[in-house]
């Protein structure tokens, strides 16, 4: 049990286009869903907080404009990067916890490479 | 000061040794704790979760908490060059249910 799965797992777009990302909890219903970016020998930057039916918490410095974050279902979370630009390109991660303070398990990950 | 503290290593031991991972954090309030492993280009995986005072063990894997000291450690034994890889600790906030990382430290097992 406990399966996140993230979709797409590569994408490659042109600067100024916009780019959604899927987050999927396969085996369980997952009240909030976290957002995480990870560059080069980094470590995981969480970029907002979501839980189901309300607005994503960001972190400061993410710009909510441009990270759109929606989880409008217990099994779904998307992030769309709007008018991506290089400098966007990263790694992005999803995960997912059943409740206050549990665990959460992670998708696969998406490679975002602006071009 | 940074939420979650890590040696980033590389942290370098012989295989069948012990490998002692160590994490602080600064939110004395936090509840719920992690470590996970991540490999090289992947995301994440769940080790351990610990939310109490004291060891929890799993296999080869022992985590220890100590919420007076803000200090919780990973210990894995009989290591294995499987088990090389960055290991990150989690802390979740106390008010916030967020979920915030360590630098990770870099483990290598050679055999």
């Known amino acids: 049990g406990a399966v996140v799965s993230q979709h797409p797992s590569w994408v490659i777009c042109k600067s100024g286009t916009s780019v959604k990302i899927e987050c999927r909890s396969l085996d369980f219903q997952a009240t909030t869903m976290f957002w995480y970016r990870q560059f080069p020998k980094q470590s995981l930057m969480l970029m907002a907080t979501?839980?189901?039916?309300?607005?994503?918490?960001?972190e400061q410095g993410v710009e909510k404009d441009k990270f759109l974050i929606n989880h409008a279902s217990l099994t779904l979370s998307t992030l769309t990067v709007t008018s991506a630009h290089p400098e966007d390109s990263s790694f992005y991660i999803c995960?997912?916890?059943?409740?206050?303070?549990?665990?959460?398990?992670f998708g696969q990950g998406t490679r975002l490479t602006v071009v | 000061q940074k939420e979650v503290e890590q040696n980033s290593g590389p942290l370098s031991v012989p295989e069948g040794a012990i490998a002692s991972l160590n994490c602080t954090y600064s939110?004395?309030?936090?509840?719920?704790f992690f470590w996970y492993r991540q490999y090289s280009g992947k995301s994440p995986e769940l080790i351990m979760f610990?939310?109490?005072?004291g060891d929890k063990e799993d296999g080869r894997f022992t985590a220890q908490l100590n919420k007076a000291s803000q200090y919780v450690s990973l210990l894995i034994r009989d290591s294995q060059p499987s088990d090389s890889a960055t290991y990150l600790c989690?802390?979740?906030?106390?008010?916030?249910?967020?979920?915030?990382f360590g630098a990770g430290t870099r483990l290598t097992v050679k055999p």
């Open positions: 989690a802390v979740n906030g106390y008010n916030n249910n967020d979920m915030r």
């Open positions: 995960s997912a916890s059943r409740g206050w303070n549990t665990e959460a398990f």
């Open positions: 939110d004395r309030g936090s509840q719920s």
């Open positions: 979501s839980n189901e039916g309300s607005k994503a918490t960001y």
């Open positions: 610990i939310y109490s005072n």
